[in-house]
């Protein structure tokens, strides 16, 4: 009985959580996604990095207490901030949010969550890279609490599919969620430190892991040799700037870049809908934008932050 009462008080805790609506400012900021997309399309014309980084932001805070703004929150004294935790290599473009929450402040003082205007930024990236539009459920509020020893509960690139599941079902998304969300990474940039691994010293038999094709896993060691430049890396897909389903294509070539991804191959389900997906662009557009929604839609936060770097 008492079991059953702990874990009707967890489940009220978790649930008692916002409950989001696509016209949730519809009355006490109307402009608010016009404001964001302007915001978000000025940075990207002069940065074409800008969407990747919006889109991987996104997923970040919304794997680390839920979609709650914890990732723009800055490190302060010595607390050191998610931003500043160990996987933070291609977390940039953080002056893009700081740009929309100054528009939104200006035009609705103190109505506008960062986590919000994140989410909305995550959405207008994808469209900007010529995918899928969709309305972003909205009255998400920010987190007061940011750690960087928390980053390690985000899925690291060497995992395998077991534990790719597990990182996503603890967040209540499924194997459908983790083969459409993969596909963000039809967009951005990898750093040789994220795929290394895999092409120098695999392991005590081979050099370089045989699941890679092996013309790919020589130009990556090119871009990549065993002491490369800081910032040395590779377009996470050829086509790294649109938004489409080569990705998938990718993965039965045996070019992609992480384990993580090559992994969607190693069960009958993820599999079969990569293969899904890698023949029709519709179909993984569709499958991305409700596993978007759902991801999005992980909660946590209390307050409507003023500035997205600080807690009120
Ligand atoms: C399934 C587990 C995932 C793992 C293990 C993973 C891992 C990584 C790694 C290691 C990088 C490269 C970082 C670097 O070296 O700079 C990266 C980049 C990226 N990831 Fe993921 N990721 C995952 C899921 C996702 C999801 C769900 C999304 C969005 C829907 C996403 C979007 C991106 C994007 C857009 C980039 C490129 C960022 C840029 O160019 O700035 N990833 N990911
Ligand atoms: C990433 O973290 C390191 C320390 O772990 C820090 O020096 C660096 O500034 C961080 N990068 C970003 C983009 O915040
Ligand atoms: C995945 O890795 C974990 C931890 O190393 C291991 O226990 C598990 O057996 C692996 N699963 C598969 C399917 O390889």
């Known amino acids: 009985m008492s079991a059953l009462l702990a874990s009707l008080l967890i489940f009220s805790l978790f649930t008692s959580a916002t409950s989001l609506s696509s016209n949730y400012y519809a009355k006490t900021c109307p402009n608010v996604e016009s404001l ?3 915001a978000v399309r000025d940075a990207a014309t002069s940065d074409k990095k ?6 991987r932001m996104h997923f970040h805070d919304c ?11 800055d490190s302060k004294g010595k607390n050191k901030a998610e931003k500043d935790g160990p996987p933070n290599i291609s977390l940039h473009a953080f002056y893009v949010i700081d740009n929309a929450k100054k528009a939104v402040e200006s035009a609705c003082p103190g109505i506008v969550s960062c986590a919000d205007i994140l989410a909305l930024a995550a959405r207008d990236s994808v469209v900007l890279s010529g995918g899928p539009s969709w309305d972003v459920p909205k009255g998400r509020k920010d987190g007061r609490t940011s750690l960087a020893s928390e980053t390690l509960q985000l899925p690291f ?16 998304l499924s194997l459908d969620d983790l083969v459409a969300l993969s596909g963000g990474h039809t967009l951005g940039f990898s750093h040789c430190s994220s795929f290394k691994s895999r092409i120098h010293n695999f392991n005590s038999v081979t050099d370089v892991d045989p699941s890679l094709n092996p013309s790919f896993a020589a130009s990556l ?7 490369n430049a800081k910032n040395a890396g590779v377009p996470m897909d050829p086509s790294s700037t649109s938004f489409d389903n080569k990705y998938y294509k990718l993965i039965f070539q045996k070019k992609v870049l992480f384990s993580s991804d090559k992994a969607l191959l190693d069960l009958p389900k993820t ?8 023949g029709s662009k519709y179909a993984f557009t569709n499958a991305f934008v409700n ?22």
């Not at 794997?63 to 929150?73: E, K, P, T, Y």
């Not at 060691?221 to 002491?227: D, E, H």
């Not at 599999?271 to 890698?278: C, D, I, T």
């Open 271 to 278: 599999r079969n809908l990569a293969a899904k997906f890698a």
């Open 63 to 73: 794997f680390i207490r839920g979609c709650d703004a914890s990732v723009l929150l």
């Open 50 to 55: 800008v969407p990747a980084a919006l889109l």
């Open 157 to 172: 690139p060497t995992f395998n599919i077991s534990q790719l599941q597990k990182s996503f079902a603890q967040r209540g």
């Open 221 to 227: 060691k090119k871009i990549c040799p065993v002491k």
């Open 291 to 312: 596993s978007m929604i759902k991801m999005s839609s992980i909660t946590g936060g209390q307050e409507v932050r003023k500035n997205c770097r600080v807690v009120n």
């Open 36 to 38: 964001v997309r302007k």
